[in-house]
């Protein structure tokens, strides 16, 4: 058992008080009422509120006893003991464990911390990403969800309180004189001051309060985890969109010095045309070659565009003057701690945000079991009533009431148990819809490592064939200036050689979305010790 918070009061008008203490706190509710005239003989207090007080103690005590329904525990999920695709060199797998076993680690050890996207060690791209965090709005209104979530955690702990109100009234009344039973004589005119108070409270005796504040908080939690996980999809987002344009920026340098080269060679055919060696169908050639590569710029320019308008889009930058400098992808790609799978339960906020609804479901099914215990509500009301205001703050003026009400449903056909039945089949959808969370988590990671891996290999055997091509281009130019071959094997060769490169740019591309796509299924820097408590 545990002792229930202190009062606290709250203040607003009541004008209709003195009517509600004369005749419905004296005829509703089982009390003991001192409403005496000035004639009755004063009664010693302390035999009167010792058995108030002592009742009160009894039922402060009944109110901390253990709430009705099912206490919590988080569903049950047995984590693979490694992950299966953990291959690729760009992964930093756990350290093998001491002594055969794995040890029990937090949920940031060995894995990625805060800001996340300084892996990559890119100054442009660590500034844009910091300008999520205040600027994106989709941001804010996850944030002002939340926040609105915390609030009713307030909502609920005040039902713990007693509400008390205050007011005071003044009415000048003339009563008819030919009224019936009129005792003659009476005044007919009269004042009537009042200044008075009441006070009443439930107390929590089957722990319905606490287990609405219990999801109150749970929900809260899994409000903040929403926050984190659009936190981690807008860094993510950012990070793919900036590799995205940065590639971008290499297929344009790639293009630029092709397009030089074809130049060059538009050139020494048109030499070689006009010296009698050449043919105007290699000048015709090269030509088309060139315009086409020029064309290709031009496509990749306007795909460039369209990135720079989505990351300045997600940092809500006005996108008039936004822009960003040409930086080709040449960096290597960074090293991404993969830590235990058992972490990955505690890393990543949709898992949190899953297992947190579950709790406030279980919550509500003792909030649904409450309803078959009675309902105790305590309540007082006391100030001063007077004729004349010389008279009207004095002892011989005051009243006081106290009194309690118990009330049980007797038969509702069967609502009570279908509200609990509901509860427990919400609780197992949200216990359920958690496994579902983990089981797609971990296939995420598995998805990204595999193509981490994959994307690795293809690299290099396309490493490989662009080193062929180059070769084969080399040779089939020296063969076309020596006269001994006609340029559309140079032709061949060239546009082989483009097309290889450009592919291996792309791989590159894809191996740093992956890289960014492995680190949001990991969680990025997040872990469910940042939840609020």
């Not at 047995?78 to 680690?105: C, T």
């Not at 999809?233 to 293009?255: C, K, N, P, V």
Request: overall charge neutral.
């Amino acid at each position: 058992m545990r002792n229930v918070p202190p009062f606290s009061a709250r203040l607003f008008r009541a004008p209709s008080f003195p009517r509600l203490l004369r005749k419905g706190w004296d005829h509703q509710m089982p009390h003991v009422s001192l409403l005496r005239p000035a004639t009755t003989p004063r009664v010693p207090q302390v035999s009167l509120l010792r058995p108030g007080i002592f009742t009160l103690a009894a039922l402060t005590l009944l109110a901390g006893c253990k709430p009705v329904g099912p206490n919590y525990n988080r569903p049950a999920y047995q984590p693979p003991a490694a992950y299966k695709e953990a291959g690729a060199a760009a992964v930093v797998p756990p350290p093998n464990p001491a002594g055969g076993a794995w040890q029990p680690a937090s949920p940031s050890d060995g894995m990625l911390r805060g800001k996340w996207w300084e892996v990559y060690n890119d100054p442009q791209l660590n500034k844009l990403e910091d300008l999520v965090a205040t600027n994106n709005q989709s941001l804010r209104s996850a944030l002002e969800t939340y926040l609105a979530a915390r609030d009713q955690i307030l909502a609920a702990r005040s039902l713990f309180y007693p509400t008390i109100a205050a007011g005071t009234s003044f009415a000048h009344s003339k009563l008819s004189q030919h009224r019936p039973l009129a005792p003659a004589g009476s005044p007919s005119q009269f004042n009537d001051l009042v200044l008075a108070g009441q006070a009443s409270w439930e107390p929590d005796f089957f722990g319905r309060i606490r287990r609405t504040v219990e999801a109150a908080r749970a929900n809260a939690q899994a409000g903040a985890a929403d926050v984190a996980i659009v936190d981690l999809a807008l860094h993510a987002e950012m990070a793919s969109a900036y590799f995205d344009l940065r590639g971008l920026d290499s297929q344009t340098r790639l293009l630029q010095a092709t397009v030089t080269t074809l130049e060059q060679q538009l050139a020494l055919t048109q030499r070689l045309l006009d010296g009698g060696i050449g043919t105007a169908a290699d000048v015709a050639l090269a030509r088309t070659q060139l315009e086409t590569v020029r064309a290709q710029l031009v496509d990749v320019g306007q795909a460039r565009a369209q990135y720079e308008h989505a990351i300045g889009a997600i940092a809500n930058l006005d996108l008039s003057t936004f822009s960003i400098p040409p930086s080709p992808l040449d960096g290597p790609l960074p090293k991404v701690p993969l830590g235990v799978p058992s972490q990955l339960l505690e890393r990543r906020p949709d898992i949190a945000a899953a297992e947190r609804r579950a709790a406030a479901a279980n919550a509500q099914i003792g909030i649904a079991v409450s309803a078959f215990y009675p309902t105790i509500s305590l309540g007082g009301a006391g100030g001063f009533e007077s004729t004349h205001g010389g008279t009207w703050i004095q002892g011989p003026s005051s009243l006081w009431s106290l009194g309690a009400q118990a009330t049980e449903l007797l038969f509702d056909a069967g609502q009570r148990h279908a509200l609990t039945s509901q509860a427990r089949h919400a609780y197992e959808a949200q216990a359920a819809g958690y496994r579902n969370t983990v089981i797609l988590a971990f296939q995420d990671v598995e998805d990204q490592l595999s193509s981490l891996r994959i994307l690795e290999q293809e690299s290099t055997v396309e490493q490989r064939a662009v080193n062929a091509a180059q070769q084969s281009f080399d040779l089939s130019n020296q063969r076309y200036k020596g006269g001994v071959t006609s340029y559309l094997e140079v032709l061949t060769a060239e546009a082989t050689l483009l097309q290889n490169q450009r592919t291996a740019i792309d791989l590159q591309t894809r191996q740093f979305a992956s890289s960014v796509a492995l680190v949001r299924a990991l969680g990025g820097g997040w872990d469910t010790t940042q939840l609020p408590k």
